[in-house]
């Protein structure tokens, strides 16, 4: 079994920044691409970032250079730094993750997810 579990949300003022983890336990034998994505009232899951196995990353245009998603392999675990929030990035953040198991499967796995609310 594997589980992905985000943590860090919260309540920020808008221009506040907060650092969403997420952390991967379980029979994991290695990691590929890890995202973050996020679904606000309403409206539809939208992708907010990407991170390969080497660091590389795609953002949501909305977010670039705002948010930064990073991992430390060695804790199976990721994270995505969110400065000058909006109220428009609030929403239920996802993490997921594409994990190979110690019986060699492969699936994308997804957190439950943690909310951001940005307001004064």
């Known amino acids: 079994q594997v589980q992905l579990v985000e943590s860090g949300g919260g309540l920020v003022q808008p221009g506040g920044s907060l650092r969403l983890s997420c952390a991967a336990s379980?029979?994991?034998?290695?990691?590929?691409?890890m995202g973050w994505y996020r679904q606000a009232p309403g409206k539809q899951r939208e992708l907010v970032a990407v991170i390969t196995v080497g660091g590389d990353t795609t953002y949501a245009d909305s977010v670039k250079g705002r948010f930064t998603a990073s991992r430390d392999n060695t804790k199976s675990t990721q994270y995505l730094q969110m400065n000058s929030l909006k109220p428009e990035d609030t929403a239920v953040y996802y993490c997921n993750a594409f994990i190979l198991t110690h019986d060699r499967n492969g699936k994308l796995y997804w957190g439950k997810g943690t909310l951001v609310t940005v307001s004064p």
């Open positions: 379980g029979s994991i034998f290695s990691i590929n691409a």
